[in-house]
């Protein structure tokens, strides 16, 4: 039999081994107080960093032309169709997948390839400014007056890592949070790094990596606290991972337990 020393030593083995496998409230708890020296407290307005996205290679135009009879029959519902096109889809992200095959894609060179009006240069435009040039190049080929809608074909973003839901998610929204995409997304796990948050952003000249803390107010204020079109998420586990500690304290406890107990019999065959 082992000793009785020999069990307080395994008992504050476990208890300590617990202590340290389970990941403190502080390490996955959103929006805590701001580290930056400028605490924010609830209730207060934070202002937006909003910057006007400019497209790039591979985003998705939804190009609509009205003419005014059209406007005039159908008043203000622009595509009369779009009622029955969109039943039976769920969250946005279905109807993604149509603007997808409908929609018109930027090529390599900036470029948008419509019917009849061919190529017009749109890469590193605003929405706006793409509308307003694609109006210019409209006006050569129809002396009527028309209505022109330009908008992305949704915010595409994948998540990569210790998300529920790892994947590619496209959202019809014109303006997306990076909360209301990793809800998308199911959440992160208990044991993702939420203060390290890599982010991976396309810009016209190439791509840059982003590190992002979670857990910080100040994001709010941030630039990345909007989703941009192709954006990538990746969270690594905690270093916790590593000793195989489960999500919570019962968790932790359990696999300690188990183990222990493996130890303690294989030992026990040992001595005896």
Known sequence: MLSFN????????????????????????????????????????????????????NDILDVSVTTMDQLLENGFNLDPNMGSRAGGMMGGMIQ??????????????GSVDLPILGKIQVGGSTVVEAKKAIEVELKKYVTTEVF???????IRFSTLGEFRRSGKFVMMEERLTIFEAIAAAGDLT??????????????PDGSRMHQINLNDRSIIKSPFYFVQPNDLYYAEPMKVREIGAGENASQSLSLLISSVSAFVLILNLIVR
């Open 96 to 109: 993604g997948d149509i603007n997808y095959i409908s929609g018109y894609r930027i090529d390599k060179d």
């Open 6 to 57: 020999f069990v307080h030593v395994l008992t504050g083995i476990l208890v300590v081994g617990t202590c340290v496998s389970c990941v403190s409230n502080e390490r996955i708890t959103y929006f805590q107080q701001s580290t930056d020296g400028t605490p924010i407290e609830f209730g207060e307005l934070i202002p937006y960093e909003l910057t006007d996205y400019r497209l790039q290679y």
């Open 190 to 203: 208990t044991i993702a790094n939420r203060d390290q948050l890599v982010l991976i952003r396309q810009y």
């Open 148 to 154: 022109v809608r330009v908008r992305l074909g949704g």
